[in-house]
Nanobody, 121 residues
Framework: QVQVVESGGGLVQAGGSLRLSCAAS????????MGWYRQAPGKSRDLVAQ???????NYADSVKGRFTISRGNAKNTVYLQMNSLKAEDTAVYYC???????????????WGQGTQVTVSA
């Protein structure tokens, strides 16, 4: 079994900062890319930022220069530092991880349960 668990969401005023954390655990042989998506009410789930196993990053245009994604030293964790938050950043933020499993071929994408980020104007 694999678990992906996010933490760090909450309520913040516009212009403020939050740091989201995500950890993957279980029968994991390898973790490739990890990333953050977000979904606002009535909208699709969209990519916020992604980081490969060797540290290459990719950001949505809307968050470039404000958000920073990073991996932990243990490589099973990923963080999203969010600065200069705007009301339009309000959404449920989901972490994902592309994971190889012991005893199974292939790479599988696992998702966390989501954490709410609310930015008040």
């Amino acid at each position: 079994q694999v678990q992906v668990v996010e933490s760090g969401g909450g309520l913040v005023q516009a212009g403020g900062s939050l740091r989201l954390s995500c950890a993957a655990s279980g029968s994991i042989s390898s973790i490739n890319a990890m990333g953050w998506y977000r979904q606002a009410p009535g909208k699709s789930r969209d990519l916020v930022a992604q980081i490969s196993s060797d540290g290459v990053t990719n950001y949505a245009d809307s968050v470039k220069g404000r958000f920073t994604i990073s991996r932990g030293n243990a490589k099973n964790t990923v963080y999203l530092q969010m600065n200069s938050l705007k009301a339009e950043d309000t959404a449920v933020y989901y972490c994902n991880a592309d994971i190889g499993l012991y005893g199974r071929q292939g790479v599988y994408r696992y998702w966390g349960q989501g954490t709410q980020v609310t930015v008040s104007a």
